[in-house]
């Protein structure tokens, strides 16, 4: 069926599957949400999902087309033209239910767009632009459904999305390089004597792994400083949030004690693991 044809309340449902069965990190944190405000997360996670899907996916035959469709689709949608796709009633209504600024969902395109070919950064600063445009504007458009009254908590935000896109830069390592999508820095790369050509090996080599202790001490730091953004939002929200930064942030963790063997493997965070997160989240105060 398309958006047009959907109800609210089964475009809903159709978001719900998507998160359900695709958010591996963060369907978990939405379980700890009431029934609403679990729909509006879902609703925002598809749509962070099919524009991930657009710049990634080898089925799409002229990716920088769709994802212009995509984005003339999102401006109609928040004009009151609904497009075809099942996700938009259900999208259009979270935005306006929780007032979520419109710009967000365009720096979420710009981000994934800048995906589309071969990518190199060259200085952290460079790296922060694109931590902000995949990953910090997705923690700015949740705190609106979490709930916040000071507005230190957007740059908390900000921050808290630089540490979690910092961590999935470590796991991904191997995998991006062979996408020709290098993230580490080029400055840090010299700097530790490492060569892009490395990072699509299968062997952590010393150098690289100091420069990769570098990058997680880095993003470290980041959950450190977003750390109070905890206490800032609604208290109704604050297991989801904990629950969400403790899954990423236990990622990092299970990423250092491997001893930085990223290249071999995919570090992930079990899913017995992750139901101890939750349950802790939902009982700690």
């Known amino acids: 069926m398309t958006g047009a044809a959907l ?3 089964e475009s809903y449902a159709v978001c719900e599957q998507v998160a359900r069965s695709q ?9 700890l949400l009431d029934a609403e405000r679990r729909g509006a997360m879902c609703a925002v996670y598809a749509f962070m999902r099919y524009c991930d899907d657009l710049s990634d996916s080898e089925s799409v035959p002229d990716r920088a087309a769709a994802i212009a469709r995509w984005r003339q689709d999102l401006e109609g949608a928040l004009d009151g033209r609904m497009p075809e796709h099942a996700l938009w009633p259900a999208f259009i ?11 967000y969902f365009f720096d979420m395109i710009d981000g994934v ?8 950064v060259r200085t952290f600063a460079e790296l922060y632009d694109y931590c902000y445009h995949v990953a910090s ?6 705190i609106h459904i979490f709930g916040f009254d000071s507005p230190e908590a957007l740059k908390l935000a900000e921050k808290c999305g630089i540490a979690f896109q910092l961590t999935n830069i470590l796991r991904d390592v191997r995998e991006d390089a062979g996408n020709n999508r290098v993230y580490l820095p080029e400055e840090e790369l010299e700097r530790f004597h490492v060569t892009a050509e490395e990072l699509r ?20 730091e980041y959950y450190r400083e977003s750390a109070p953004l905890v ?10 949030l904990r629950a969400l930064i403790g899954i990423y942030s236990r990622l990092l963790d ?11 493997q995919r570090v992930r965070v079990p899913t017995w693991e992750k139901t101890w997160i939750l349950a802790r989240s939902r009982w700690s105060r």
């Open 23 to 31: 958010a591996k990190n963060f369907y978990y944190s939405f379980l």
């Open 7 to 9: 109800t609210i309340a």
């Open 113 to 120: 767009s800048s995906d589309l070919e071969p990518r190199r």
């Open 93 to 103: 209504d979270t935005v306006a239910r929780y007032r979520i600024p419109h710009k």
């Open 254 to 264: 299970r990423i250092v004690a491997s001893h930085y063997d990223v290249l071999a």
């Open 201 to 220: 090996g299968s062997v952590v080599s010393s150098h690289l792994k100091e420069l990769l202790a570098f990058e997680a001490a880095r993003a470290r």
């Open 231 to 240: 206490e800032m939002i609604h208290a109704d929200s604050r297991a989801s």
């Open 137 to 142: 504007v997705v923690g700015l458009t949740i």
